[in-house]
């Protein structure tokens, strides 16, 4: 008797399920000569169809790590101090096109609290320390631009802007805007930021400089927050994410009458599709406005792209290029002799090595994520207890995304007396914000990377080497008000193999929430929509697949009604979309939507250092067998209990803040499904229907047990482990479903859930099916 078992028989995503005629029509509508029928690679075998692996992306990812390290120590031989020719002052002026400037976008440091004698240094190289905010605009390097800027803005359509991080484009621009009546008549000007801590200090910046109320004449919007008034805000900061989703109620942003896009040259997902969409709109809209905003030397590429003029006659040009001159110190930058092993512990002991050799001024390190940032953060505090008594104490505070608004500002505010502050940042600190008084950087030349692998249809969060555009970014930020020092925690000649610049996130992405909104846009050939960076191909057709597996688009690669339209509206990824509008059919939309609220923070759990026996003991009173996603169910639910009391989170070492923006998300996902005429309904304890409901969004991220204790995804058999702060790290469930990937020490899932492996064929017949096998 043949036996029934769960394989990998994959129907091959969209091209095994679709019939021929079927096939070949989408093919030639949405690929025409760019993809042909033979180019996707469809063969049989066993009965069902496979595809063959698809081309390596065209990039290469280097990683420090695998440099032949031999476990020096950082402070092996005094040896902080390099031979001359370590030395690069000379040449990091020439090169830095990210050079410090003077205002702290969004905070109001005066740093009265300083020793006298500090603020006697700092008054050397900062004179506008002191001056009334409008004082302080006129001392900005931008200040003397702006008739300029503002000549070229009427002449051109774009314009391009390259200056250095500090010189004051972010918060001035939008003023002079302002003031030069390009916000009369009810009109916006709106500055796009690659984050969102970025939009909201700034904005909170500029409403200051303004003396109005934050979310009146100036505001934000971020994803979940939307902190503007629809009749009276004139100056809008939001993220890019953001301003492309307003395409989508509104394709030519008929209230904008300028659109900046700051920090241009981060390249991000968001960033490129905004330039695509709004060369677009420029067609139907020529009286709108778009200034570029870029702090390296990559304007060309921007200017050439926009640029319309198909004449030799620059006065036709429809762009323009304008570069700005920064304030910048002289900066030392020290190399490591020899490699380190441990680059957190290096990191960590070179912070103490300043702070006991070097004279006044703070700290930024560098560092990749939030774990090795409160790592550090820990380690540091800890040790800065020994200091006390010196008078000479350390005060580390953490900057990184997944942090709540309030804590992201602390690093704003001047540092008590007699104390130092060290900020330990991930790349947020390189460009998108100013953090006053940082006289030394110590960089530990690693940055966290979301990538993505068609072949194995896989996106994981990787830590890779940074680039020298972003080293010379980071060591910029040592002279912003003085001269200053940046310690590199790797060699010259690790410096010297880095490549120069990041490659784009449009080229190492997931594709399918692009593709399910320039679909929603109205974009139909997407691989025709003019990118300013192609993906890859193959990149396109996982997103198309993964896309059509979810039930968003037909056969014909048209978004399906109602539910693709809908998919596309939702603020989250599709698969987590996916799963919110299939809770009504399994009657337990209550309870979904506060998972996927979860899923949307970071940093729920607490784990003070000293501390982590007793938090690790709280967390197994919520944790259950069934998964991560349920014990999130369940911290939730006794929160409410609690009455939401911040003492009730502290005692069960929860973040309190995390968790009252659960509360925000998850009403406005309510909201969302209540439009959607999708009623709330309670599981009432059927947690098999919750489980049941996310395998129908995440069905691709299945996973199986190996004998070796090791699990393989039920898609290509890639190896994955359990990440050790998952409930079921020390349990071995045969099936789970996970949320995401993330590389460090090896590939780990993170956010799991136990599932049966027959709900894969019963949920998703579509893509997995049942092989006999003798």
């Known amino acids: 008797m043949e036996s029934q078992t769960l394989r990998t028989c994959l129907m091959v995503g969209v091209f095994g399920i679709w019939g021929e005629a079927q096939l070949g029509a989408w093919e030639e509508m949405l690929f025409e000569e760019s993809l042909s029928p033979k180019a996707t690679g469809r063969e049989t075998g066993e009965g069902c169809l496979r595809k063959r692996p698809a081309a390596a992306p065209a990039f290469c990812l280097v990683n420090l790590a695998g440099l032949p390290f031999d476990g020096n120590g950082v402070l092996e031989g005094v040896h902080w101090t390099p031979p001359l020719n370590t030395y690069v002052r000379s040449s990091l002026l020439t090169q830095l096109t990210s050079q410090p ?235 490591l002799k020899t490699p380190t092993s441990d680059y957190i512990t290096s990191s960590v002991e070179t912070v103490f090595a300043i702070h006991e050799r070097e004279p006044l001024g703070d700290i930024l390190l560098f560092l990749t994520g939030r774990e090795e940032i409160d790592m550090a953060v820990s380690l540091i505090n800890e040790r800065s207890a020994e200091y006390a008594r ?146 890859p191909v193959s990149n396109f057709t996982k997103a198309l697949e993964l896309l059509y597996s979810l039930k968003a688009l037909d056969d014909y690669g048209r978004l399906t009604m109602p539910f693709g339209v809908h998919l596309a509206e939702f603020p989250v990824d599709p698969l987590l979309a996916t799963m919110l509008m299939n ?23 607490v784990s003070p250092s000293g501390q982590k026996g007793e938090a690790e003991e709280e967390k197994r009173k919520f944790s259950v067998e069934e998964g991560d996603h349920i014990t999130y169910l369940n911290v939730f639910t006794a929160f409410l209990k609690a009455s939401r009391s911040p003492k009730w989170c502290f005692n069960h070492f929860l973040n309190h803040k995390s968790l009252l923006r659960v509360v925000n998300i998850r009403n406005q996902l309510r909201r969302y499904l209540l439009r959607f005429n999708m009623p709330l309904l309670s599981c009432n304890g059927d947690i098999d229907a919750v489980r049941k409901c996310i395998v129908t969004g995440y069905f691709s991220h299945a996973a199986r047990l190996k004998p070796d204790g090791t699990y393989a995804t039920v898609l290509h058999d890639r190896v994955l482990h359990i ?6 790290f020390k349990r071995a469930p045969a099936w789970v479903i996970y949320h995401e990937v993330v590389e460090t020490t090896k590939p780990f899932m993170r956010d799991l859930t136990v599932i049966e492996p027959e709900w894969l064929t019963e949920l998703a017949p579509h893509f997995y099916e049942l092989k006999a096998v003798r």
């Not at 304008?322 to 900066?331: A, I, Q, T, Y």
């Open 390 to 535: 010196s008078g000479k104490q350390l005060n580390a505070l953490p900057i990184y995304g997944g942090l709540t608004f309030e804590e992201q500002l602390r690093v704003f505010e001047p540092a008590p007396r007699e104390t130092r502050k060290v900020v330990v940042a991930t790349n947020i600190a390189e460009a998108s914000i100013t953090i006053e008084g940082i006289s030394y950087v110590v960089d530990a030349g690693f940055v966290k990377l979301r990538t993505y692998d068609p072949r194995t249809d896989m996106e994981s969060l990787i830590i890779a080497t940074i680039s020298r555009a972003s080293a010379q970014q980071r060591a910029g930020r040592a002279g912003r008000t003085r001269p200053g020092k940046a310690f590199r925690l790797y060699t010259e000649a690790a410096f010297d193999a880095l490549p120069d610049s990041s490659v784009p996130e449009m080229q190492r992405s997931n594709l399918a929430t692009v593709v399910l909104q320039l679909k929603a846009l109205g974009i139909e050939n997407v691989l025709h929509f003019d990118f300013l960076s192609p993906p």
């Open 723 to 728: 990440h050790p702060n998952s409930v079921l």
């Open 583 to 605: 809770s009504l059919k399994l009657k337990c939309s209550d309870d979904v939507i506060t998972i996927a609220a979860m899923l949307s923070v970071q940093s729920i759990f």
């Open 101 to 335: 400037g003077t205002v702290a976008p969004g905070s109001n440091v005066d740093r009265e609290s300083e020793q006298e004698a500090d603020r006697a240094v700092i008054a050397q190289y900062n004179s506008n320390e002191g001056l009334p905010l409008a004082q302080q605009r006129l001392k900005l390097p931008i200040y003397k631009n702006r008739n300029h800027i503002l000549y070229l803005l009427e002449k051109c359509q774009v314009v391009v802007i390259v200056a250095p991080t500090g010189s004051g484009k972010t918060t001035q621009l939008p003023q002079y805007l302002h003031e030069a009546g390009w916000t009369a008549d009810g009109r916006v000007v709106a500055c796009t930021q690659p984050r969102r801590v970025a939009a909201t200090t700034v904005a909170m910046r500029v409403a200051d400089e303004m003396g109005v109320v934050l979310g009146q004449q100036v505001g934000y919007t971020i994803r979940f927050d939307d902190c503007t008034d629809s009749t009276t805000t004139r100056i809008k900061y939001m993220t890019d994410g953001m301003m492309f989703r307003e395409t989508l109620v509104d394709p030519l942003l008929t209230k904008y009458s300028v659109i900046m896009i700051d920090e241009a040259h981060e390249r991000t997902l968001y960033t490129d599709i905004l330039v695509g969409v709004l060369k677009k709109i420029l067609k139907k809209r020529p009286e709108l406005r778009i200034i570029i905003s870029s702090a390296t030397l990559d304007a060309e590429a921007f200017y050439e792209f926009f640029n319309s003029n198909e004449t030799r006659d620059k006065e036709q040009d429809t762009a323009v290029i304008m570069s700005l001159e920064g304030r910048m110190f002289p900066v030392d930058v020290l190399y």
